[in-house]
Every structure is written in C-alpha cells, then in structure tokens.
C-alpha cells in the first residue's frame, strides 16, 4: 500500500509549512535551501509530520531538483492521504 502526491516547493520561505492546494500540487514551504537534497528532506520531514507517519516512508521519486515533485508515502493508501489533507481543488 502506498500514495503518491504532487508537490509544488518553494524553499529558502520563511517557515516550513503547507500551504494548501494549488491547482493539482499540495503547495509547500520549506526554510531549508534547495541544494544538496536539503529541500527535499525538509519537504519529506514536513509532510511525515503532518501525515502522523515515519520520516522513512516518505519519499521523491519525480522531481529531485524541480519545484513540482511527486511523494511516495509507504504506509497510507490514497484514501488515507486525501482523509488527512484534502482533495485537490
């Protein structure tokens, strides 16, 4: 069982946050700059916290080094992730 979900990144913001949904893509905040993966961790961080699930199961596996970036969540079915963040708009 596993989710996917798109992103749009914005590092280098202020605070790490989840913004909401912006078209398609949940829109993400991270303080973190976007070099050596740091964006990314921080992204993956940010949501396995939200989602109540380990760092571990989060994962990129479309967009290393882009603003739209697709997640991998291990432990959540699609269901699951639509029930705690929403549908997209």
Same mark, same amino acid.
């Given at each position: 069982m596993s989710a996917r979900i798109a992103l749009h990144v914005t590092p280098k913001s202020g605070r790490d946050e989840i913004v909401g949904w912006r078209g398609g893509e949940l829109s993400v905040?991270? &303080? /973190?700059?976007?070099?050596? =993966?740091? /964006?990314?961790? /921080?992204?993956?961080?940010?949501v396995a916290k939200r989602l109540g699930v380990a760092k571990s199961t989060v994962r990129v596996v479309?967009?290393?080094? &882009?603003?739209?970036?697709?997640?991998e969540i291990d432990?959540? &079915?699609?269901?699951?992730?639509a029930a705690?963040?929403? =549908? /997209? &708009?």
């Open positions: 905040r991270v &303080s /973190a700059p976007p070099e050596d =993966g740091k /964006a990314n961790a /921080a992204v993956c961080k940010l479309r967009g290393d080094t &882009s603003r739209h970036k697709t997640l432990t959540l &079915s699609e269901e699951e992730l705690v963040l929403g =549908g /997209a &708009s």
